[in-house]
């Protein structure tokens, strides 16, 4: 037998105020921002139909939705209307390493390992198969790596002997093939270097652009890669931050098209903004053409985030006419000014679901629900509003 949740007794078929969001989840919805989500289908819709690429700073202080708006756009279901038919973009999400030292190397897992190597394989095999002949597609990877070894590697990554295929995929993330392997496939040098694994990066992306697994494109498709929470380079010594920020760069300038690079930026305070250069580089921030800030909210847009929330995870048995339940409008009201003004913590989505799901929860705990009631004026004049939890409601 299925076992309710309280969420489920007000009317709702989960927890709305969940901190952290899930890519691919049925659950992930938008709510309220309608300026930043407008934003983002106008520049979104504009990727889609131009070719070359694009670097797009999305900014905001801590807990104002930039994971969640990378998870919410890579779901095909949720792109802009353009009026034209396009591939679904790939879509890969990487966290920024927190450890400089290991920086490139994990970026360049993570891509791989993101796109996964049986699909790279079935894209290459795709692409020989299209090609008049393997010279012709040896050339061409060739070409867009500017390395017979590391593009005679990525070709073999689609050859129809599977045992051939297995060999070159190990020496994806083995930058020194024994001699052995290295004779078998007929290379003389393994992907060894930074520069060389982001050049297989920029070569993949090229590739997946016109190739789909099991069949070629017929209009190029867009790589849309996001890159969380880059306010991490911070936190990198000299010695390693310059590799990577520079890596980064040269993948940019390698794939001039078909490419959205996102690079989601957290700051503390507004002044920080203006650290931003400092923190990413001038060679890296020099390449950005667009950026989007999402500004705190205010009191009333603070309300409708939570009103759709609310809508869009209420249970289709709802009979409440109060579209707030189980706030009423005045207790929310309440709870903002104080969370501006006493806590002085910017209305972020992170910081209004930590504070509705914690106060919520300590409704439960008082059985306040079924009595019948809903979190009113009175309930929340009660909330003492400190960063603790809430003993003295």
């Known amino acids: 037998m299925k076992k309710h949740s309280d969420f489920e007794k007000i009317g709702l078929r989960l927890n709305p105020f969940g901190v952290k969001p899930e890519m691919g989840s049925e659950n992930l919805t938008w709510a309220g921002l309608k300026k930043v989500k407008g934003n983002f289908d106008s520049l979104i819709g504009n990727c889609l139909k131009a070719m070359e690429t694009k670097v797009v700073l999305h900014m905001s202080r801590w807990g104002g939705g930039k994971t969640h708006t990378s998870f919410y756009y890579s779901n095909p279901k949720?792109?802009?209307?353009?009026?034209?038919?396009?591939?679904?973009?790939?879509?890969?999400?990487?966290?920024?390493?927190?450890?400089?030292?290991?920086?490139?190397?994990?970026?360049?897992?993570?891509?791989?390992?993101?796109?996964?190597?049986?699909?790279?394989?079935?894209?290459?095999?795709?692409?020989?198969?299209?090609?008049?002949?393997?010279?012709?597609?040896?050339?061409?990877?060739?070409?867009?790596?500017?390395?017979?070894?590391?593009?005679?590697?990525?070709?073999?990554?689609?050859?129809?002997?599977?045992?051939?295929?297995?060999?070159?995929?190990?020496?994806?993330?083995?930058?020194?093939?024994?001699?052995?392997?290295?004779?078998?496939?007929?290379?003389?040098?393994?992907?060894?270097?930074?520069?060389?694994?982001?050049?297989?990066?920029?070569?993949?992306?090229?590739?997946?652009?016109?190739y789909d697994g099991e069949k070629k494109l017929d209009t190029q498709r867009r790589i849309f890669l996001w890159l969380d929470e880059i306010e991490s380079l911070i936190y990198y010594s000299t010695r390693y931050y310059k590799p990577f920020t520079q890596a980064l760069r040269e993948l940019i300038d390698m794939t001039p098209n078909q490419l959205t690079f996102f690079l989601n930026f957290s700051f503390a305070e507004r002044d920080t903004i203006s650290t931003l250069e400092f923190i990413i580089g001038k060679a890296l921030s020099d390449r950005i053409n667009e950026k989007i800030i999402s500004e705190e909210l205010d009191i009333s847009g603070a309300i409708e985030y939570v009103g759709d929330l609310l809508k869009f995870f209420r249970a289709s048995d709802f009979k409440e006419t109060n579209e707030f339940y189980p706030f009423n409008k005045e207790a929310l009201k309440i709870m903002f000014d104080n969370l501006e003004n006493k806590l002085k913590e910017p209305l972020m989505p992170r910081i209004i679901n930590k504070w509705c799901e914690k106060i919520i929860t300590r409704a439960f705990e008082k059985s306040y629900f079924s009595l019948g009631k809903e979190i009113d004026e009175n309930f929340m004049n009660q909330v003492s509003f400190r960063d603790e939890a809430m003993e003295d409601i």
């Open 78 to 210: 949720n792109l802009p209307s353009i009026g034209i038919d396009y591939p679904t973009p790939l879509n890969l999400f990487v966290v920024t390493p927190q450890e400089g030292e290991k920086a490139s190397d994990e970026f360049y897992k993570k891509i791989i390992e993101g796109i996964r190597i049986t699909y790279i394989s079935e894209s290459i095999n795709t692409m020989r198969s299209n090609s008049e002949n393997d010279r012709s597609s040896l050339g061409e990877i060739q070409n867009y790596c500017k390395s017979e070894d590391i593009g005679r590697i990525l070709w073999l990554l689609g050859d129809p002997n599977p045992e051939i295929a297995y060999d070159a995929s190990e020496l994806i993330f083995l930058p020194k093939p024994t001699a052995s392997l290295k004779k078998a496939l007929k290379v003389r040098r393994g992907i060894e270097s930074t520069s060389d694994k982001f050049v297989v990066i920029s070569t993949l992306f090229k590739i997946l652009s016109i």
